[in-house]
């Protein structure tokens, strides 16, 4: 471990807690601010010591850890910021083989846990590197938090877990994880995620694989709770290299070569255990891209797509899975009251949500041409500021035009269309009952999905993931 301690510019703006022009301005306009020991990388570094004399003179205070101490220590032994995280990880992990660094650390954590501090070197890590935390993922917990369900010694799993900002995120936002695993395609990253969850959950079964989900073997074990930030927008996901035959990842269908996010939402929804729910976060089109029609029309025949929030924090859908069940709705959100949404819609699967931030669609509402579940197309306008009007303004305009298109028109002659009402509004209004499954009485059985038979018989002769219509004659 080098005792020549180097810091770059941004290291220095995060010591003086400044901003990193404020930096660029001492270099440029202070005559005497210290030349740089190595100018050859990307972001030139300056010896420590020469910069804090500098600071004192100029009466500006640097507030310098010991924990920022060790890791410019560290990094300067090492060729990459990645290196010098995964040898803090051996440290932290096996002490007895690691000399000074491990005696450093020890003294580290008097005053703060090995878990606060690894924290600590991720963040320094990553801002060395130029990269960052993802976004969106707090809102990605909160709602797995909420949809966790209620059981000792939970089962979590993440199986695209990057460096673990998730599960950790999850660790502490639920209470009761027994057993935490995960898996990624980087053998440092999954390192480093294992470490993180040790030290996050140390009385958990901890476990974090290298390889590649979507196409390598599912994990034996079923989960009760899984999540997933899946990469987006791959071209090369291997689509060409998909499992074939009874992999129960393609029991609703194989995903397009264009669709590789329905892919993963797949690969979580096979994990699941008897009660369990996968919470992914899903790009807004893939709600309603036409080459995904024929797969979300099977996850909502068999009642295993249950939720679409459109979290504004998240920066994309968060879909909400679980396994298959009889269900007549889909619930939609933007998160605003999710809490209170779900646990009302878990408790009476077939009652119903109309709030301003969340509501319950029957599914018949969603079988058509696009089988869209963006949750804005069924969501009253929630909360517009002044800056928002003229949008809001442009696009009711266009819904009006392209609903005064479809308006039938009557006048001399033949009429070129019949005013026409939909399941979806008879329903509503109290004329028909629809179901899925079985039921008793006589009326019309659906089969919404593949070729769309429709047949008159006894309502108990319906197969699963067909419906029953039954009607009121009195109200017709």
Known sequence: MSDDETITLTDLARLAEVG????????RR???????????????????????????????????????????????????????LQAIAAALESPAGQGELAHRLAELTATASAAELFEFFIERAREAAGTGTAPGLGALVDIAAVCAPRKERLAVHDPACDEGDLLTGLLR??????????????????????????????????RVDVGDSLLGPPPARR??????????????????????????????????RTEPELAWALHCLALLGEGGVAVVRMPAMVAHRRSGRRIRSELLRWGALRAVVDHPGSKAHIWVLAPRAETAHLLVSTGGDFDTAWRTAVKDPGG???????????????????????????LAAGETDAGQLAQRAELLGERIAAASDAVPRFGAGTAETTPETGLAELERD???????????????????????????????????????????????
Not at 44 to 60: C, Q
Request: hydrophobic share 40%.
């Open 173 to 206: 936002a639920v209470p009761g994880v027994g057993a935490v695993s995960g898996r990624d395609r980087s053998a440092a990253r999954a390192a480093v995620c294992e470490r993180r969850l040790r030290l996050a959950a140390p009385g958990a079964e901890v």
């Open 20 to 27: 990193r022009n404020a930096v660029s301005n001492w270099r």
């Open 30 to 84: 202070e005559a005497d601010f210290p030349s740089p020991v190595d100018d050859s990388a990307r972001r030139p570094r300056f010896a420590l010591a020469e910069v804090e004399r500098w600071a004192a003179e100029h009466g500006r205070r640097l507030r310098v850890t010991p924990a920022d101490r060790l890791w410019f220590a560290v990094q300067g032994s090492h060729p990459s910021a990645e290196a010098a």
């Open 223 to 256: 989960f009760d709770l899984v999540v997933c930030d899946p990469p987006f927008n791959v071209k090369d996901w291997g689509y060409d290299r998909l499992p074939a035959g009874d992999d129960p990842r393609l029991a609703y269908g194989t995903p397009p």
């Open 352 to 378: 119903t949500v109309a709030t301003a931030h969340s509501a319950t669609v029957p599914l018949m509402r969603l079988w058509d041409e696009d089988v869209d579940v963006s949750p804005a197309v069924y």
């Open 430 to 476: 109290g004329h028909l009952t629809v179901r899925s499954g079985a039921a008793e009485g006589t009326g019309v059985i659906v089969d919404p999905v593949g070729p769309r038979t429709v047949r008159l018989g006894p309502l108990e002769s319906a197969a699963d993931g067909q419906w029953t219509i039954a009607c009121d004659a009195a109200a017709l």
